[in-house]
């Protein structure tokens, strides 16, 4: 089929993908300017290779078939191409291509790679990449001709996880599998993108040599503070100076270029200016440098020229396959013992540790290095990413799943690389390791303009929050409160509930203790009579005994030591908090003994133990024995507030992951015509969709909304509510005025003929009155639903983070009262109960003080339909359903009112 002067190059799907041996490479779709090239590489093709792809021993291929095979129209042909870049020239190294069939939902699928770039994961990349185009094209199928004795190809295509069927014809096998995304095909994907991104980042996570492109001599230079980073923090590998101007580089021989050094280079951390930054990375690239670490700042920071110097960064660092950190970054740190690598130009060098921290900033990386020294914590590893033109939070996530020195992740994110794959693997971890984030930039202003209900309502740090609820991610909203709750994590068992025993010296820290577990939702228990017993029979003083327990001023260490042990055991309590205020500032190496001695307990019923040491500056806490440190708080809110966010993770362990229902009433197809005419007859954009629309899309989905017809006279409004029965609704039609009850468009209860007259005319008056009338395109008459409780579910595309959805208090005063809570999508059934009951009006949903149960299971299916609806429709940008009035127990619901903006 020819490329068809509409057929426009679909630029979104150019994309760097990373190769299971960890190398990159660049698929874009191919185009008929790519004729030269496809034909070199055609030519450079082995003669086995041509056999096993053409089945037959080709003849020579020439310019023109060249072009017939480059042709393509990007729906019904499509092909992509692999690129490498090798002596700065761009070639053609692979290509994929499917053609469909007469059958409409069949296409053929084939691929041919490059002798050298084989069994490197290059045609599992196409069939997912094709898969994708295909879906987007109602492709629902492919089929490929496979000779029997082609094992590579026929493996490629047993080990992607589709539902394949075989069948033997002549030489070759018949291949038919259907494009579904089953749980196996989701589960092989992101196997191959762990094991990918892993091998990806091997070499500059723990390189053996390490080439420093801009060393320097001068004092306080940033070239020469990462030179000096490098010697001093021990690194077990070589480290080469690459200097223009120097000989030698700190008594260390230097090298005029990259591609002097004789021997191989892992890693290359390039210090030199934005101007430089290109030609490095090129000889970078021709020395087969793995990967780089780009320094130098004045790229996307500086503006469109910067950001444009980025483009042609990334361009070039990925057409020789190599992976990016920064630019505009710090670098960074592993402190493994078998790699001591610090390529930042930070002269800090942090302890080993289990906790790993990404951050996007640099200035804050600084902070956060001298922070974490002065408390004694330990990392085992530290990236500062920087603009993250490449490497970001996602690839470490994965590369921290599987390292072993890692058990808390910590992260400092302002902005999100790409939230669907960043929620999917930040959960699949969360599940095994503590990932604790602190979101910067959460502004308000990106909801101003919004034209809906839901628009309005999702701010961005409200959508931030949804993002990482879902994902499994604790939110915390300061760095002092980030490390506190880290220390907890990484050294103390994660607490099996909320229950909290709190054992003190002063009645106050008590009180606020207590106050700060009300607050955090925490829950103090009542003292039980066999724990009550136990401890008067310890005491050797009269004292009141509840929760918190007060041992008053005059505690010895026995006694502190034995309400502890015996407040371990109750089975009660999930967790302890222990407050000391040290007389005069004494006893406090006895306390600590006391708890040291509260070890073996603590570990036998798996509880954790924070301490509290009120308003003792310079303590941290203490190893008590080589596997057990217990962190030290200075006021007894930081305490507990450690502990709530451990008590938060522990409860997103337990979570059931959920699912995503396939609902088989669906006519996506009908759904996606409608919507694609709305857009093909009007090229206002973005466009809202007409109410008739609206009502046969969720039609489709099964949505049942309350029946309407559009009246364009008095007469015809008349005789649309005869025909349905009184009493109904009448509404202005309109698709410029997006809220109707603020401008006097809407009259409920209308019983009679006359009424709904009356009604229209009221409605267009209305209009008149503030000079609108002109925006009147006749009335919606619509059954009145008098019983249940209004509630909204509402959809709106955030710029950022895709869609989001909303669900709440309905009605027109949604917004004031702002009873809601968000979740992106997709949904799962968990997410949909959770979303449920997180908003304040759920209780009256289940029914308050006496009144009847609403049907919350129906509101449940309604959210899992809007999901689904999205999903196949991603044109959909607002939509609002509002209200949605909720029946009662077994009845259902009904859409009352609906709003769709499409673009």
């Not at 304040?840 to 689904?868: C, H, I, N, Q």
């Amino acid at each position: 089929m020819s490329t068809s002067d509409s057929a426009v190059y679909p630029k979104q799907y150019e994309s760097r993908i990373i190769l299971k041996d960890g190398s990159v490479i660049q698929f874009r779709p191919i185009k008929v300017e790519d004729a030269d090239k496809w034909l070199e590489f055609y030519e450079s093709l082995s003669e086995r290779t041509k056999y096993l792809r053409m089945q037959y021993v080709p003849k020579e291929m020439d310019k023109e078939g060249a072009l017939r095979y480059c042709t393509v129209d990007y729906t019904n042909t499509f092909a992509f191409i692999a690129e490498a870049k090798e002596d700065r020239e761009t070639r053609i190294v692979a290509v994929g291509r499917y053609s469909r069939m007469p059958s409409g939902s069949t296409a053929e699928i084939a691929f041919v790679i490059e002798d050298e770039y084989q069994e490197r994961g290059i045609g599992t990349k196409l069939i997912e990449w094709l898969a994708i185009v295909a879906r987007n094209n109602d492709i629902d199928t492919f089929e490929a001709l496979v000779l029997t004795e082609n094992t590579g190809m026929l493996s490629v295509f047993q080990g992607y996880g589709f539902h394949m069927k075989r069948e033997i014809k002549g030489n070759a096998y018949q291949i038919t599998f259907p494009l579904t995304k089953t749980p196996e095909v989701i589960k092989k994907k992101e196997e191959r993108a762990l094991a990918a991104t892993i091998n990806s980042l091997k070499h500059i996570m723990n390189p053996r040599s390490v080439a420093v492109i801009g060393a320097s001599n001068r004092p306080g230079a940033i070239g020469q503070l990462v030179f000096q980073s490098m010697i001093q923090s021990g690194f077990t590998g070589v480290v080469y100076p690459v200097s223009s101007r120097s000989s030698s580089v700190m008594a260390v021989k230097s090298y005029y270029s990259v591609l002097d050094i004789p021997d191989e280079i892992d890693l290359a951390i390039i210090v030199v200016p934005a101007s430089q930054v290109l030609n490095v990375t090129d000889e970078c690239g021709r020395k087969k440098v793995k990967g780089i670490i780009v320094i130098s700042d004045g790229f996307k920071e500086r503006g469109e020229e910067g950001a444009a110097l980025e483009n042609e960064l990334r361009e070039t660092a990925f057409g020789y396959g190599m992976r990016i950190i920064g630019p505009n970054c710090m670098g960074l740190i592993n402190t493994d013992p078998k790699v001591n690598l610090n390529a930042t130009f930070a002269l800090i060098q942090p302890d080993p540790g289990n906790i790993a921290f990404i951050t996007q900033s640099g200035a804050l990386g600084l902070g956060i290095l001298q922070y974490a020294k002065s408390l004694d914590i330990g990392f085992s590893s530290y990236i500062s990413v920087g603009n993250r033109t490449d490497i970001a939070s996602t690839d470490m996530l994965q590369y921290w799943e599987k390292d072993p020195a890692t058990k808390v992740i910590l992260l400092y994110l302002e902005s999100f690389d790409n939230p669907d794959i960043f929620s999917r693997i930040s959960r699949r971890i969360s599940a095994k390791k503590p990932i604790l984030a602190i979101k910067g930039g959460n502004t308000a202003e990106g909801s101003k303009a919004a034209s809906s209900h839901t628009g309005a309502m999702a701010t961005p740090a409200v959508v931030s929050d949804a993002l990482f609820h879902q994902a499994g991610i604790l939110r915390i909203r300061n760095i002092e409160d980030i490390f506190h709750s880290a220390m907890l994590l990484a050294n103390q068992p994660v607490p099996k509930g909320r229950n909290v025993a709190i054992l003190t010296n002063g009645g106050g820290p008590g009180t606020l203790a207590a106050d700060a577990c009300a607050q955090h939702g925490l829950i103090l228990p009542d003292i039980s009579d066999e724990t009550l017993k136990k401890l008067r029979a310890v005491m050797k003083r009269d004292i009141g005994i509840s929760n918190p327990f007060d041992l008053t001023a005059g505690i010895s260490a026995v006694e502190f030591e034995n309400a502890l042990k015996i407040l371990v055991e109750d089975p009660d309590f999930d967790s302890i908090v222990t407050i000391y205020i040290p007389p005069a500032g004494e006893n406090i190496d006895d306390i600590e003994e006391a708890i040291k001695n509260s070890i073996p307990v603590l570990t036998q019923y798996e509880k954790p133990i924070v301490a509290c040491f009120v308003g003792q500056t310079g303590i941290k806490g203490r190893d008590m024995t080589d596997d057990h440190f217990v962190p030290y708080y200075m006021f007894p809110e930081d305490a507990v507030l450690a502990l709530a966010h451990a008590v938060r993770y522990g409860e997103i362990q337990r979570k059931e992951n959920g699912s995503i229902p396939e609902f088989q009433d669906v006519d996506r197809k009908k759904a996606k015509q409608l919507i694609k005419d709305v857009l093909t007859g009007n090229s206002e954009r973005p466009l809202w969709v007409p109410p008739v629309v609206i009502d046969e899309v969720f039609k489709c989905y099964g949505i049942k909304a309350a029946d309407m017809k559009i009246a364009l006279s008095e007469d015809d409004a008349v005789s649309a509510a005869d025909q349905m029965g009184y009493p109904v609704v009448v509404k202005l039609e309109s698709s410029t005025i997006s809220h109707k009850s603020d401008v006097g468009g809407i009259v409920l209860n209308v019983k009679t003929p006359d009424e709904v007259k009356k009604a229209f005319s009221t409605i267009r008056d209305n209009l008149k009155k503030i000079g609108r009338e002109n925006e009147m395109q006749g009335v919606m008459v619509q059954k009145m639903v008098t019983e249940g409780s209004e509630v909204i579910i509402g959809l709106n595309e955030n710029s950022t983070l895709g869609h989001v959805i909303m669900f709440g208090l309905g009605g027109i005063y949604a917004e004031l009262i702002n009873d809601s809570a968000l979740r992106l999508h997709p949904l799962t059934d968990t997410d949909v109960r959770e979303l449920i009951d997180s908003v304040k009006m759920s209780k009256l949903l289940k029914g308050y003080r006496g009144s009847e149960p609403l049907d919350t299971g129906s509101l449940e299916d309604l959210l899992l339909r809007v999901s689904a609806m999205v999903e196949d429709i991603p044109q959909i940008a607002e939509m609002d359903l509002n209200p949605v009035k909720v029946l009662p127990q077994g009845s259902g619901y009904c859409v009352v009112d609906s709003r769709m903006m499409i673009k």
